[in-house]
């Protein structure tokens, strides 16, 4: 079994999809092992994405990470990390697979709607920062 980090951004929770995101991953046969609602203050998005903080997308990024309410999950299954990242498409959702997240429901390589952790260390990274109290 493997974990993983999912964040509904702040696009899906506008457009009232939270819940159809959550149905595809309990149906693809991930768990829901944690889940909260939160509003990101700049400094906290910015510590969230340090890995991109020289990326010239990072001062765009990290306003849109804080502009409202995300949905952050820890998800649980055979090969999560994988899974996750089948289910939601590529990172740009005109790139994305026909039938995932991102493709369905993304607007641009910004407002593409869900993150997931991209390998084990990342998602062990992104979950202490987000539920450091299940450690
Ligand atoms: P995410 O999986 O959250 O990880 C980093 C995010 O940076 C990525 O999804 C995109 O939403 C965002 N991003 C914005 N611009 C770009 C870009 N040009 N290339 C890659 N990612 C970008």
Redo the contacts with the bound molecule.
């Keep these: 079994m493997e974990q993983t980090l999912s964040?509904i951004?702040p696009d899906g929770v506008v457009k009232g999809i939270i819940g159809e995101i959550i149905k595809r991953f309990e149906n693809n046969g991930l768990k829901i092992k944690a889940m909260k609602m939160v509003r990101l203050s700049k400094k906290e998005a910015e510590g969230f994405?340090i890995v991109?903080k020289e990326?010239?997308?990072?001062s765009?990024?990290t306003d849109?990470?804080s502009s409202g309410p995300i949905v952050v999950m820890v998800l649980e299954g055979k090969d999560a990390i994988r899974k996750n990242r089948e289910i939601?498409g590529a990172?740009?959702p005109e790139d994305a697979d026909t039938g995932t997240i991102r493709r369905d429901f993304g607007t641009?390589?910004?407002?593409?709607t869900?993150?997931?952790s991209?390998s084990p260390e990342s998602a062990a990274f992104e979950i202490d920062y987000f539920f450091k109290s299940l450690h």
């Design positions: 964040i951004k994405y991109h990326r010239p997308f990072y765009s990024l849109f990470m939601m990172t740009n641009d390589v910004e407002k593409n869900v993150h997931g991209d």
